[in-house]
């Protein structure tokens, strides 16, 4: 299912992180794709407890750092629409060329502290059957 209100997303707290991939199949759009496992007391009975599959579409910037020195599964920590200062100079840095960025912010937060930021165009959710 496409969402369009991101809050739903603030019940990812504690995900396990099975996979974050991006793709660039598709000549014009790249999608990052995360596979997770959501916490089974996440508070959205829907997804609780479930392989979730959550496609960020048509991204238009993003910026991953990941912080690998650590042990044990990665984990969200937080799922959220406030970027970072840096991404919203990147964001007004292309603009500027006249290119629009119209779109649905996210900002990953993980327990190990990595994060994923940006901008996509299209966010989909969907339960995983594997």
């Given at each position: 299912m496409e969402l ?42 829907p997804w609780e ?63 190990t502290g990595s ?16």
């Amino acid at each position: 299912m496409e969402l369009t209100d991101t809050a739903l997303l603030e019940y990812l707290h504690d995900a396990v992180v099975l996979s974050i991939s991006y793709h660039a199949e598709e000549s014009r759009d790249r999608i990052i794709l995360l596979v997770v496992t959501c916490d089974r007391e996440a508070g959205y009975s829907p997804w609780e407890g479930k392989r979730l599959c959550i496609r960020l579409d048509d991204v238009i910037v993003a910026n991953h750092y990941v912080f690998g020195a650590v042990a044990g599964q990665e984990q969200v920590n937080a799922w959220g629409t406030k970027l970072s200062a840096s991404m919203e100079g990147e964001i007004q840095r292309i603009q500027a060329t006249g290119i629009n960025c119209t779109g649905i912010a996210f900002s990953l937060t993980f327990h190990t502290g990595s994060y994923l930021e940006g901008m996509c165009r299209r966010l989909f959710v969907e339960l995983d059957h594997v």
